[in-house]
């Protein structure tokens, strides 16, 4: 199978999408499929290259994936004419926006190819945390307090409750995020969320552990990984703007499985399938909640294309499920290749 792979990109998670694309050439079975490497440079630079490897940016050929269906694949220029290669299937390996938030899945529509993960319009929702909320809410989800503030709009700090979180509605990771203790810092925090997106969330903080799981699949045949759970010792969590997360965290333990009650584990579960259903997901997502003490479960948000490094939640919790990551590729391209219409 001629499979291209988009890695890169020109979002905060540039860096990370480039170790998860690293993760995945170790993990692809050469006997199954024949990659074609598709570099997006920081600056939106297209490269065909020979991989993710140090240097790609330097190397490679223009390229471009073309828009038209009769020609499904990428055109590399050449002199006076394009080469075209074939492909019959696209791994987007790209974080954050332009590479979550259905720009990519978009481009993928037009093209006709088929391709992994969520499609345009569960990409576009779930990057957007307020209407994520908003949909999930209406489905009897648990969210938290949020109110959003939008470009220009002054915020009172004085009837907010604290503390609170304040994030870009629609980033990745915990980039731009902030935890406000006092009203005084409302509005230094609202200015660095704005750094990475105009409309900002702010967010009443929820009172017990963050746990995620892993989700696989569409529709009604979906496989959830292992539960995990995050121990933080100050802070929040944010491995992926650790200086050397390879080796760990600062402030933060992740285990995996959670060390919950069986029950409790299943119940995560099954709200996170929830969840996955109410938001249109497809392929595969990360879903990362909060348990409360009362057993409650509440949203905080959904990844569609979720970090697949050597640290990441998402293959370490298929992994203790029995899924290791060359599996996990070889069911969402089956997943893609049967699941979209």
Request: with cysteine; proline share 7%.
């Amino acid at each position: 199978m001629r499979i291209g792979i988009i890695f890169g990109g020109v979002s905060e998670e540039h860096p990370v999408s480039v170790k998860s694309a690293r993760e995945i050439a170790e993990h692809l079975d050469a006997d199954k499929y024949e990659p074609f490497w598709i570099g997006v440079t920081e600056s939106g630079a297209w490269r065909l290259c020979d991989g993710p490897d140090p240097g790609w940016e330097g190397g490679g050929r223009p390229v471009v994936l073309s828009p038209d269906r009769s020609a499904r694949g990428l055109l590399v220029p050449g002199r006076g004419e394009f080469e075209v290669i074939g492909l019959d299937l696209v791994l987007p390996v790209l974080h954050g926006k332009l590479g979550e938030d259905g720009a990519v899945q978009g481009l993928l529509e037009l093209s006709g190819i088929p391709y992994v993960g969520c499609d345009v319009q569960s990409s576009a929702l779930c990057m957007d945390k307020s209407l994520a909320y908003v949909v999930a809410g209406a489905a009897g989800i648990p969210t938290p307090d949020f109110r959003t503030v939008l470009a220009n709009e002054d915020v009172d700090p004085e009837p907010l409750t604290y503390p609170v979180f304040v994030k870009p509605a629609r980033s990745g990771s915990s980039f731009g995020v902030s935890k406000v203790t006092r009203r005084e810092e409302l509005p230094s925090a609202v200015r660095t969320a704005r750094r990475y997106d105009s409309k900002v969330l702010i967010e009443g903080a929820v009172v017990g552990s963050e746990v995620g799981c892993a989700i696989l699949g569409d529709g009604p045949d979906l496989i959830a990984g292992e539960v995990d759970r995050i121990s933080l010792s100050h802070g929040f969590f944010r491995i992926h703007q650790e200086s050397a997360p390879e080796i760990g965290s600062e402030n933060s333990t992740v285990t995996v499985p959670a060390d919950i009650p069986e029950r409790t584990r299943s119940r995560v579960q099954e709200v996170a399938k929830a969840i996955y259903r109410a938001l249109g997901c497809s392929g595969l997502a990360r879903v990362d909640m909060f348990l409360r003490e009362d057993g409650t479960v509440v949203l905080n948000e959904v990844n569609t294309f979720p970090g697949m490094t050597s640290y990441s939640r998402y293959p370490r919790m298929m992994a203790a499920a029995g899924i290791p990551l060359a599996e996990v590729v070889d069911r969402a391209v089956a997943s893609a290749l049967t699941g979209r219409s």
